[in-house]
T-cell receptor
């Protein structure tokens, strides 16, 4: 069945350094790839998304890249800050409809002061 | 001005009981979802409704029954609760037909504990 794999499961970086989280997906028809951030005890919230007709998208300190051939996509956070500490989930649409997305297993990001 | 709301926030109950969780969205979205997040933080989709019609029904035990009285509400009823049902249940909504964004807006979650 369709699958999204996410690595690493935990990541600890020094404040100010960059963090990279990687995901792979199995459904070649997937065309929508959102990233959600979930702070402790809170709800998941969308931080950035990318569609298959774009290879890269940037929003301030956050960027996402997509390699459709390899079925890889990644989240890059630069100049990390304490408030970036959270669990991050990648996701991919199943087929060409965005009505169903499959989430990765999550990455717990900790920012060391 | 809550976009997606759920009640109750916490639910503690005994095995074998029947319970319901309610969800409402005031965003005018046409699609609503129920997700289960277990202790390892895995987010798994359970159900999705589009304009009151069931469109996604994952391999969920038939003890779980969603009901959508209108497109702004999606409730989840669980019969004969089991220990393994303990988790946080999130409701979400989105406007799937939107070209600009398919963002799913999540509710605050309902933490269900089965004793």
């Amino acid at each position: 069945g369709e699958n999204v794999e996410q690595h690493p499961s935990t990541l600890s970086v020094q404040e100010g350094d960059s963090a990279v989280i990687k995901c792979t997906y199995s459904d070649s028809a997937s065309n929508y790839f959102p990233w959600y951030k979930q702070e402790l005890g809170k709800r998941p919230q969308l931080i950035i998304d990318i569609r298959s007709n774009v290879g890269e998208k940037k929003d301030q300190r956050i960027a996402v890249t997509l390699n459709k051939t390899a079925k890889h996509f990644s989240l890059h956070i630069t100049e990390t800050q304490p408030e970036d500490s959270a669990v991050y989930f990648c996701a991919a649409s199943i087929g060409s409809s965005a009505s169903k997305i499959i989430f990765g297993s999550g990455t717990r990001l900790s920012i060391r002061p | 001005d809550t976009a997606v709301s759920q009640t109750p926030k916490y639910l503690v109950t005994q095995m074998g009981n029947d319970k319901s969780i309610k969800c409402e969205q005031n965003l005018g979205h046409d699609t609503m979802y129920w997700y289960k997040q277990d202790s390892k933080k895995f987010l798994k989709i359970m159900f999705s409704y589009n304009n009151k019609e069931l469109i996604i029904n994952e391999t969920v035990p038939n003890r779980f029954s969603p009901k959508s009285p209108d497109k702004a509400h999606l409730n989840l009823h669980i019969n004969s609760l089991e220990l393994g049902d303990s988790a946080v249940y999130f409701c979400a909504s989105s406007q799937v037909a939107s070209v600009s964004s398919n963002e799913q807006f999540f509710g605050p979650g309902t933490r269900l504990t089965v004793l």
